[in-house]
């Protein structure tokens, strides 16, 4: 069919994004969605729970990570959208599971989030004010969320040349921490090998489990890949590569290197203390510097994913159409980046007028990505052709079961999460609408 001269486009068509992430900026989104807290906080929260047996745990889960990221690759590139985990869920199970998933991982995404952000304000605060009280670090954390909205303002490009640049740095520094912390450290603190029992192996595996939250993350911004089928694999295979070795690398710093306090330090401090043992100088306010901006560059990521997920979610009707339009210069989805403002705010007012940390948002959500990662792999199941992936798959599908009674009364939280997602679904349903219709499109 020949183009009318002069025609205007069809106002009906849904709005999409450009394509302009290659291989080389899917690896910087996937590196820095899951590489914050599993170098900083997890090798020494770990190695307390469970000393030495806790490098077995960093090894299954870094064998873990590689299918797991697989499955999210294999479902991207069939369902290349922002709405990432809903749409293999819907297009599985039916339009109304996928709105039941959109929401829960909305919920999800806007109460887990902030911790990153929470966190690196934390660290950045304390380069400066050591004693500042947890109130003003969590108003360092608000503005290093503002911040990471803002650079996401300014377009995929920008914000993946900024990440690729400042994680380069960042990551040469932990190299260089690493290198010359490890030669110095005692590996006859590897015996005995389960000081703790060996049942401390479940306390470590859920503990380390956190450090891979993210690989999801990738899953939002398919539809701003160039050639998915082609960029998903290879990504992956780098990405999970490189956060593996330096996960285990500084896993077994830790264990070998980090000075011991007999148990009295605080979460901030592990990192910073093993700065200092590798380089012999007070670097505290450094020690914090690279903290925070490595932090900083994980809640960059995550504001990318969670805002293509409100963009695709405005776009299919389940919000306000306007979420979905984008800017003409750049195609960025503004109104979707911006609405990240008062999503956010909620849970940081919350713990202001708690006077609580952000640990506490990790304590009430941990669980809810767990069920998020099931709904994905289930919706696999039916979506993935037969094969060795299908039975990875269902391998996942029984390791993160058996995941679940641990997480306690997280997994309250997230229930009751899910429950309020079937409320919110029920109320917006209208099979004869345009929400129900727009529902059903891929």
């Known amino acids: ?106 919920i999800t995404l806007l109460a887990g989030n902030p911790v990153l952000g929470l966190a690196a304000g934390r660290y950045l605060l304390a380069a400066v004010d050591p004693a500042a009280s947890n109130r003003m670090a969590l108003l360092a954390g608000a503005a290093v969320i503002a911040c990471c909205v803002a650079v996401n303002l300014l377009g995929i490009r920008v914000s993946t040349r900024l990440q690729l640049v400042v994680l380069g740095a960042v990551t040469l520094l932990l190299v260089v921490v690493i290198c010359l912390a490890l030669p110095q450290g005692e590996f006859t603190r590897l ?153 956010y705010a909620v849970p940081v007012v919350l713990l202001l007028l708690a006077d609580a940390g952000e640990a506490t948002l990790i304590k009430a959500s941990s669980a809810t990505y767990l069920l998020i990662f099931l709904m994905a792999f289930f919706a696999a199941t039916r979506l993935l052709p037969r094969g060795g992936v299908a039975r990875l798959n269902v391998t996942l599908i029984v390791a993160t079961l058996a995941m679940l009674p641990f997480f306690g009364f997280s997994l309250v939280v997230a229930l009751a999460m899910l429950l309020v997602a079937l409320a919110v679904e029920s109320l917006m349903r209208t099979p004869s609408g345009p929400s129900a219709e727009r529902g059903t499109r891929t």
């Open 191 to 343: 015996a005995p090998f389960a000081p703790h029992g060996w049942g401390s192996l479940g306390t470590a595996l859920l503990i380390c489990f956190f450090g891979f939250i993210g690989w999801e993350n990738a899953a939002p911004v398919a539809e701003e890949v160039i050639d998915p089928a082609h960029s998903f694999p290879r990504g992956i295979l780098v990405a999970v590569s490189c956060v593996g070795l330096l996960y285990f690398a500084m896993a077994l710093t830790v264990a070998v290197a980090l000075p011991d306090t007999g148990g009295d330090r605080s979460d901030l401090m592990a990192f910073v203390e093993l700065l200092q043992a590798a380089t012999g100088a007070g670097l505290r306010s450094v020690g914090y510097l690279i903290a925070g901006v490595l932090l900083f560059l994980t809640m960059n990521a995550w504001c990318l994913g969670t805002s293509r997920v409100v963009f695709a979610l405005a776009r299919d009707g389940l919000l306000p159409a306007g979420l979905s339009r984008l800017s003409a210069h750049q195609g960025v989805p503004t109104r979707a980046v911006l609405a990240l403002v008062p999503g």
């Open 1 to 106: 069919m020949t183009a009318v001269k002069g025609a205007r486009p069809d106002a009906s068509r849904p709005p999409r994004l450009r394509r302009r992430i290659g291989t080389s900026g899917l690896v910087v989104h996937y590196v820095t969605s899951v590489m914050g807290a599993g170098v900083l906080l997890i090798p020494a929260l770990a190695w307390s729970a469970a000393g030495p047996l806790s490098l077995v745990a960093w090894g299954f889960l870094i064998l873990y990570s590689y299918p797991f990221a697989l499955i999210f690759a294999k479902l991207s590139v069939r369902h290349p959208t922002s709405k990432g985990v809903a749409q293999f869920v819907e297009a599985a199970f039916g339009p109304r599971a996928g709105r039941v998933a959109a929401v829960f991982l909305l």
